[in-house]
């Protein structure tokens, strides 16, 4: 099990950046998958990003491709830049952890509590 923490949310005026960042602990951080899924108030989870074992191999959604960047580091910490934000990318986001990479919220067995990430237009 791997217990993960996230950061780094808030209020941004649209055309603004954030950067979100997932302290994961337990287990060997290095050999989970790493994605950022999210849930817009009154919707679904839905999948953002995600970075495979080694952080080379990342996939995104097509709605935040280009805007949104997933890298992690060897201090166990996993991150999500976001660019260009739209009034739309106003979710809660949540950081999880697999062992096999996927878009499905069902592949990924360890969760964060979420950061709330507002954007004002």
């Known amino acids: 099990q791997v217990q993960l923490v996230e950061s780094g949310g808030g209020l941004v005026q649209a055309g603004g950046s954030l950067r979100l960042s997932c302290a994961a602990s337990g287990r060997t951080f290095s050999s989970y998958v790493m994605a950022w899924f999210r849930q817009p108030p009154g919707k679904e989870r839905e999948f953002v990003a995600a970075?495979?074992?080694?952080?080379?191999?990342t996939y995104y959604a097509d709605s935040v491709k280009g805007r949104f960047t997933i890298f992690r580091d060897n201090a166990n910490t996993v991150y999500l830049q976001m660019n260009s934000l739209k009034p739309d990318d106003t979710a809660v986001y949540y950081c999880?952890?697999?062992?096999?990479?996927?878009?499905?919220?069902?592949?990924?067995?360890?969760w964060g509590q979420g950061t709330q990430v507002t954007v004002s237009s």
């Open positions: 970075a495979g074992w080694s952080g080379g191999d």
């Open positions: 999880a952890a697999s062992r096999l990479i996927g878009s499905s919220a069902t592949r990924y067995s360890d």
